[in-house]
């Protein structure tokens, strides 16, 4: 039997709006503080009411193969059995989680840790 292929709903803040898009592959990236989205996902039924977020994104991600997501960008990520409506959502309530991945800057003479 075949084992039909992973889909993952991948939700992310890009530009203070809250994206949600459909992946067939998520990995951690060799650059580091990032994950790596391939192949997206988006529903090809011929609808009468068309989704204008998820026409968006369908323009958006047209020719991208591959995106760079930092890391503290990410808000959940779930491996789902089939694809849904990939969206767009105001991100007003939502703020990314406070990061450095690089030490703070020390004054010359400062000897604290």
Do not use: C, H, W
């Not at 009411?49 to 047209?62: I, Q, R, W």
């Not at 503290?72 to 309530?93: H, L």
């Amino acid at each position: 039997m075949d084992k039909p292929s992973e889909i993952y709903k991948v939700t992310f803040l890009n530009k203070g709006e809250v994206y949600e898009v459909f992946v067939k592959g998520v990995y951690q990236s060799d650059l580091y503080g990032f994950i790596e989205l391939e192949d997206y996902v988006f529903n090809e039924r011929s609808q009468v009411l068309v989704d204008p977020g998820e026409e968006k994104l369908k323009t958006e991600f047209t020719d991208v193969r591959r995106s760079f997501i930092p890391i503290q960008a990410i808000i959940r990520i779930d491996e789902v059995d089939k694809t849904g409506v990939s969206k767009i959502s105001n991100g007003d309530n939502v703020s990314p989680f406070p990061i450095s991945l690089v030490g703070r800057n020390r004054e010359p003479g400062d000897s604290s840790q």
